[in-house]
């Protein structure tokens, strides 16, 4: 799978899929819940009910690219609280969330903005 950071858009599909899907069912999905642009630069992320198997769909300049990751002892944390069917990650993020930390309970410092000097 290319790096994260070669992506301008990460998406998670909140709602559970069957993990049968394939390409096609897929991208039916992101298609039915407007996720983005299937042929741009964008990350697609599904998961089944357990929440332990993520599918990622992305496209790769000549066609479609599958990856899937599952896990032996533990389940991907997962949107909760959000309203909305589709949540952006950034790329950094969804590293953290492959390494099972819980990227909605994270929170980096605020941004600020330098003014002046006291």
């Avoid at 741009?40 to 769909?57: D, E, M, P, Q």
């Avoid at 790329?91 to 006291?118: H, I």
Wanted: charged share 30%; glycine share 8%; proline share 4%.
């Amino acid at each position: 799978m290319k790096r994260p950071e070669d992506f301008t858009g990460v998406y998670i599909h909140r709602e559970r899929v069957d993990m049968r899907k394939g390409i096609n069912g897929l991208a039916e999905v992101v298609d039915a819940a407007g996720m983005g642009e299937l042929q741009g630069a964008n990350l697609f992320i599904f998961s089944g009910r357990g929440k332990h198997t993520i599918k990622v769909l992305y496209w790769d300049r000549s066609g479609f690219a599958l990856w899937m990751k599952r896990l032996e002892a533990a389940n991907f944390p997962w949107p909760k609280r959000h309203e909305d069917s589709v949540v952006k990650l950034t790329p950094e993020q969804f590293s953290w969330l492959l390494d099972g930390y819980d990227v909605w309970k994270v929170k980096p410092f605020e941004k600020v903005s330098f003014t002046q000097l006291c």
